[in-house]
């Protein structure tokens, strides 16, 4: 399928619970929530569970008391990360994120094949705490960020369209491996789709745009929540379809001046 004939969704999930938030139509991503984001409780789990997206944006942002990242990926047998795509994205968060300890990635966990379901954002979670190792611990210092790859694709996907990852709960990103590349087609795009896509996603981690990180000026687009005003930057909402291929012809996206600023004042590198 080419990229120009499929929409493209990056779903922003947020609040912990079953039912997440779909931007197709610039409905309102969630916001908010009682967690702490700077401390665990005693159930790292739950503690993660009950975050909205972006909530922990301040662990992965600043050195304060995360002077390290670790991002943990476990993926279903078939579907792993691209290797440059996961390489492009830690180069980039590393002249972003204030982590004078440095940013880790783990391949971790391969897990054999779920049969390709239609996967909802409970069954997401549930295959989450099954696997994922590691959580946030301010007493090391770690901020930890997971992705799951999967196989299958969303059961929010359409005949229109397909969700190829999004963010959901305090520090989970999902992947999905399949609709990835049927976005790329193969074709021009085939290896530009992935790494757009994981930034995006964690840049809604990092509480791009509005979802947590305080604008130091207003550039939250107000048709599409949580997205980014400027057509040129990777948080508008634009690459959640088709039109990103637009965005690919002129060069990979990027985050633009204001999203920039937004991760300085929050204690990110100049």
């Not at 619970?17 to 665990?40: A, I, L, M």
């Not at 204030?98 to 409970?122: L, M, Y």
Request: some cysteine; glycine content about 10%.
């Amino acid at each position: 399928m080419r990229l120009t004939s499929v929409l493209v969704l990056l779903l922003v999930a947020c609040n912990g619970d079953t039912t997440g938030t779909d931007t197709e139509n610039g409905s309102d991503t969630e916001n908010g929530s009682d967690t702490d984001p700077d401390t665990v409780g005693n159930d790292p789990v739950r503690d993660n569970q009950s975050a909205s997206t972006g909530d922990f944006a301040s662990n992965f942002i600043a050195s304060t008391t995360y002077d390290s990242m670790v991002i943990e990926i476990d993926f279903v047998t078939g579907h792993a990360p691209d290797s440059s795509a996961i390489s492009a994205m830690v180069t980039r968060l590393e002249l972003l994120l204030d982590k004078p300890s440095g940013i880790t990635v783990v391949v971790d966990d391969e897990i054999p094949a779920q049969g390709a379901p239609a996967w909802t954002i409970g069954e997401t979670r549930e295959l989450e705490e099954q696997y994922r190792d590691q959580y946030r611990d301010p007493d090391t210092g770690v901020a930890v960020l997971h992705m799951l790859y999967l196989d299958g694709n969303s059961d929010r996907d359409t005949d229109n369209g397909q969700i190829l990852g999004y963010a959901y709960q305090g520090s989970s990103i999902v992947m999905f491996q399949s609709s990835i590349e049927d976005a790329g087609g193969g074709g021009l795009f085939a290896g530009d789709v992935e790494p757009v896509v994981l930034l995006h996603e964690v840049g809604h981690q990092l509480g791009l745009v509005n979802l947590g990180t305080p604008m130091a000026a207003d550039h939250e687009d107000p048709d599409h929540n949580g997205h980014d005003s400027d057509d040129g930057c990777i948080m508008f909402w634009a690459v959640e379809t088709s039109a990103v291929t637009d965005m690919l012809l002129g060069g990979t996206p990027d985050f633009d001046d204001a999203c920039l600023n937004d991760l300085a004042a929050a204690g990110g590198l100049p």
